[in-house]
């Protein structure tokens, strides 16, 4: 299994301004995920972060928008940048443990942007 | 591509009743599938998953769930719910390949259990 934190667990920023969220896993694990999950909505992979390796984007998510970094193999962040009302969303961290076929999420982000 | 349908955005029953929640999936190659349970302000835990062997699934807390390939469905289920069951199910698939495969997630059932 894999234990996942993330910080902050909600914040409330205004317009125009960026947050960054941050992933702490307990294990090393290669690929590392990022999901919104919108008001009333189903989960949705935003881009997936390799370590060493520029993250790769789901359509209609991009770098600017959503800058990730992976500096190792415990670690990540997501950037929303430059927020509107519409960012309003939960933000989840998302690792896979090998050879598990199963996801594991950390407890979300809950954005609410002014 | 794949695709999972949760007809039922909310479902209310009493405590201790038995209780259905409906999953669908369409894909064009074979699956892996999982329930995924949300607990207020918390993450997403995995309450069962099926890999392949036996089509039906169980948790530890009571709830199981068939996989009816004929159908393309994955139904969760429990006998006698109780009020700690309340909670947010998503229902996923993934293809059923080695490695990482990209999990699709349905829109949610939310489940309260009335006292």
């Known amino acids: 299994s894999a234990v996942i934190s993330q910080k902050p667990s909600r914040d409330i920023c205004q317009r125009g301004t960026s947050l960054t969220i941050q992933c702490q896993v307990d294990?090393?694990?290669?690929?590392m995920f990022w999901y919104r999950q919108q008001p009333g909505q189903s989960l949705t992979l935003i881009a997936t972060a390799n370590q060493g390796s520029e993250a790769t984007y789901e359509s209609g998510f991009v770098i600017d928008k959503f800058p990730i970094s992976r500096p190792n193999l415990t670690f990540s962040t997501l950037t929303v940048s430059n927020m509107s009302p519409e960012d309003s969303s939960i933000y989840l961290c998302?690792?896979?443990?090998?050879?598990?076929?199963?996801?594991?999420f950390g407890q979300g982000t809950r954005l609410t942007v002014v | 591509a794949q695709s999972v349908t949760q007809l039922d955005s909310q479902v209310p029953v009493f405590e201790e009743a038995p209780v259905e929640l409906r999953c669908n999936y369409s894909?064009?190659?074979?699956?892996?599938l999982f329930w995924y349970v949300q607990y207020p302000n918390q993450g997403l835990q995995l309450l069962l998953k099926y890999l392949s062997g036996s089509t039906l699934v169980e948790s530890i807390n009571g709830f199981e769930a068939e996989f009816n390939k004929s159908q393309t469905s994955f139904h969760l289920r429990k006998p006698s719910v109780h009020i700690s069951d309340t909670a947010e199910y998503f229902c996923?698939?993934?293809?059923?390949?080695?490695?990482?495969?990209?999990?699709?997630f349905g829109t949610g059932t939310k489940l309260q259990v009335i006292p």
């Open positions: 996923a698939v993934s293809p059923a390949r080695g490695g990482y495969q990209k999990v699709t």
């Open positions: 294990s090393q694990v290669t690929m």
């Open positions: 894909s064009s190659v074979s699956v892996y």
């Open positions: 998302s690792v896979e443990v090998p050879g598990t076929s199963e996801a594991f």
